[in-house]
Every structure is written in structure tokens, then in C-alpha cells.
């Protein structure tokens, strides 16, 4: 007797919606389980991360500024694997674009006028799609997997951060720390809620996200998308080029990671520092599934991210869970959905010795 995994009709977009929200509920639930099983108070160890950021008005500010770069980064990985393109090494290119963005506010210290930030922005924005161009061109080229080069070139990118703030643009008056000096006015993000720390880059990360949810469900360009990751060969038929989708896919996650990048440089860090790699680039996977692919789910699954970021620094104060607790709370939520994703889709089916040789 032998088992098999046999596909099920196409499952109804209840179940795909569904699906994350139930992610969730078991990730709280074995969750506290487990923390309580290992000593900790598990289930206030829940309330505390998935709760008391949402109870506490004064967490909310935190909870939008942590989903701006996830939400940002999601839509572009998003996109992505729309189109069956998997760029793991978001978080390499989210640290390009603060370096460029960073650049420019070096460049341009002591100087004022509007033009800077912008500037930064577009530079970040260009180191990112740079950074992605790399696995892009030896896919195309090589047919080396972009999933293996966009994730050893993150690990480039960190100590590139390593060496620009302990040498050339370390700060001269920062004592000794690396770092680079504290930007000037002009490259600093502007706050948007007076009294609070919710900058510029939150509404335009709910912007990048409706913007790409017009231009993926009403332009060829995510008709390109669409087809190309779910139908290759009519893609082909169509007259679609598979290394150009690559190419776009690539540049345009690239670039809203270097943008995100840039956004978290001059607004919460306001200048370089070693702890700018904050993994919200390897976050922005779960937050890309946890949306179902989709621009307008991933700002709300950024949001619930972004829960569990301000939710675990909670918990580590008022319980004494560990930093690490936040990220197994995180994969549990991952590999639920995807333990989810493979039930709606697939059943398993018992075969019978003699089934199979007649089928033989």
C-alpha cells in the first residue's frame, strides 16, 4: 500500500483568504503551548505580542512604522513570484538602497533644499534595482538559480555596511562608534503626526501598494506577470520573453527594496549604523505569502508583521522572552500557511499494490 499526493480542484477564494487568517490563530495557539511547555508564560506571552499592540494606542505609531519598509518590500517580492522569480536577497538590496540614499545624504550634509531628499530616494531606488540586476543577468545569461545568488549577495551587502562606517564614512565626531554622521535636515524624513515618530515613508508605503495592485490587476504589465509565472508555455505562445519578465521582476522587487532601504535610512536611523540590517527583508517573504501574492493582502499581512516586531519587543520587557521568540513565531506562521496551501490544494490518496499494477 502506497500513499500520493493527488491535486484538487482549483480551491475557492474563501479557502485562499481563509487560510492565512487560520495560520495565524494555530501560530498563537501552539505557540503559547510551546513557550509555556519550555517555562515561559506562553499564552501571556500571546496576548502580549498579538494584542497589546493593537490595545495600546501608544504602540500604534511603532506599528506603522515597522510595517512601511515590510509592507513595501512585500509588494515587490510580491510581484516577483507572481511571475515565478525568486528573489530571496530583499534584504540585500533594501541594504544598497539605504547605502545609496545614505551616500547622498554625505554628499549633500550641510547643504538645504528640497531636492535632497528626493535625490536620496532615487538613488536609493537605483541601488537596489543594481543590486537586484546582478542575479538577474546570471540567471538570463548563466541560468544560475536567482534564489542562491540573491542570498549570498545580502551577506556582501552587510559587510559593505561594515566597511563604509568603520572607514571612509565613519563619523569623525562619533567618538570612536561606527557609524556615519548624523544626516543633515534636509535628508531626514518629515513626520507626518506631530509629537510622534510616523514619518513620510508609512502613507507612501499604502500607496506603493495600491499603485501596484492597479498596475498588476489592470496593465500588461501584470498581465505579463500573471501569465508568465502561471502558464510559461502560453506565455511563450504569446509572444511574453521569459528573460525580460526575469528582468522586470527582478528590477522593480530591486527597486521598492532600495526604496524601503532608503525610506528606513532617513527616517527612524537618520543616519548609518551597524543594526540597519533588520531582516525585514527576509520578513518581506512571509508578508508576500501571508497576502496570497496579492498588493492590497500584503499591507494588511505587513501589518500583522509589523505586530510581531513591536508585540515581541513587548514581551521581552514585561515577560522576559527572548529576542529570538519573535522569529519562531514568525516561521510558525509560514510554515502553517504553507502546510495550509498544500491541503487545499493536494489530498492524499491510498493506492493499493494491486491498484498500481493494474494501473501499470
Known sequence: MQFRLEKRREPSRFMLYATPVAAVLLTMLLGGIIFSLIGY???????????????????????????????????????????????????????????????????????????ILPLMVLAGMAGGMAYASIPA?????????????????????????????????????????PQTRLFSEAARLPTIIPGTIVHLGVPMAVLVGFIAWFVMTRTVFGYRMRVVGAAPSAARYGGFSENKTIWLAMLVSGGLAGLAGVLEVAG??????????TNYGFTAIIVA????????GVIVAGVVLAITFVGGEVAQTTIGLPNAATGIFQAMMLFFLLAADILIKYRVRRVTHQASVETA
Open 268 to 277: 527612524p536611523f537618520q543616519r548609518m549604523v551597524p543594526g540597519f540590517p
Open 41 to 115: 508564560n506562553g499564552f501571556g506571552a500571546v496576548r502580549e505580542i498579538f494584542l497589546t499592540p493593537l490595545t495600546n494606542p501608544y504602540k500604534w505609531q511603532d506599528l506603522g512604522v515597522k510595517a512601511a519598509p515590510l509592507i513595501i518590500i512585500g509588494v515587490g517580492l510580491s510581484i516577483a513570484y507572481r511571475a515565478n522569480v525568486w528573489n530571496i536577497g530583499a534584504e540585500g538590496q533594501y541594504i544598497i538602497g539605504g547605502l545609496a540614499g545614505t551616500g547622498v545624504a554625505l554628499a549633500t550634509w550641510g547643504m538645504t533644499g528640497w531636492w
Open 137 to 177: 543577468l546570471l540567471k538570463t545569461r548563466l541560468n544560475v538559480n536567482e534564489i542562491l545568488t540573491s542570498l549570498m549577495l545580502t551577506y556582501a551587502s552587510v559587510q559593505l555596511i561594515y566597511y563604509l562606517i568603520r572607514a571612509p564614512w565613519k563619523d569623525p565626531m562619533g567618538m570612536g562608534f
Open 289 to 296: 505569502f501571508l497576502g496570497r501574492l496579492n498588493p492590497l
